[in-house]
């Protein structure tokens, strides 16, 4: 069980495009999904909590007009990179939490995005 | 100080040895506390939660949880060179979740 996907695995675009990232719970409704971005050698940064139905919450610093986020379901939740740039490419990885008393995160694959 | 703490590592122990890591966290009213391995270009993956003060164990894995000094600790024993991975840990207040930046464990054969 708690089972995340992520589609694409990996991405590669030109600079000036727009990229969409899915995240999908797939067996169970996750009520709060969350964005991480990850370079090379370094920890995980959150970039956004979302809550289905609601705005997501984004973290200091991340521009939230360039990571758009919608969370349109329980199941499913979407990370658009508008306008991409080549200091976009990152390892871009969502995570879900079960409805419910428990805060544990799992994580969906992660997707590489590149960006030319 | 940062809000929750690792030794970057790496650790390197031989095989069959145990390996002990370490986090030490800020936050005096974090409620739940996680181990996350994560290997080399994968995403992060659950391995243990723990609660409350003391010890749990699954399997070859041990977390020990110690809220009055604020530290949490993961213990893995046999290491297998297959247990090579970066080790997050992660605090939670709510759904607010902060992450270690990791220490890298080597199991050398």
């Known amino acids: 069980g708690a089972v995340v996907s992520q589609h694409p695995s990996w991405v590669i675009c030109k600079s000036g495009t727009s990229v969409k990232i899915e995240c999908r719970s797939l067996?169970?409704?996750?009520?709060?999904m969350f964005w991480y971005r990850q370079f090379p050698k370094q920890s995980l940064m959150l970039m956004a909590t979302?809550?289905?139905?609601?705005?997501?919450?984004?973290e200091q610093g991340v521009e939230k007009d360039k990571f758009l986020i919608n969370h349109a379901s329980l199941t499913l939740s979407t990370l658009t990179v508008t306008s991409a740039h080549p200091e976009d490419s990152s390892f871009y990885i969502c995570?879900?939490?079960?409805?419910?008393?428990?805060?544990?995160?799992?994580f969906g694959p992660g997707t590489r995005l590149t960006v030319t | 100080q940062k809000e929750v703490e690792q030794n970057s590592g790496p650790l390197s122990v031989p095989e069959g040895a145990i390996a002990s890591l370490n986090c030490t966290y800020s936050?005096?009213?974090?409620?739940?506390f996680f181990w996350y391995r994560q290997y080399s270009g994968k995403s992060p993956e659950l391995i243990m939660s723990i609660y409350s003060n003391g010890d749990k164990e699954d399997g070859r894995f041990t977390a020990q949880l110690n809220k009055a000094s604020q530290y949490v600790s993961l213990l893995i024993r046999d290491s297998q060179p297959s247990d090579s991975a970066t080790y997050l840990c992660a605090v939670n207040v709510a759904y607010d979740m902060r992450f270690g930046a990791g220490t890298r464990l080597t199991v050398k054969p």
């Open positions: 067996d169970f409704q996750a009520t709060t």
């Open positions: 995570s879900a939490s079960i409805a419910g008393d428990s805060y544990e995160q799992y």
């Open positions: 979302s809550n289905e139905g609601s705005k997501a919450t984004y």
């Open positions: 936050d005096r009213v974090s409620q739940s």
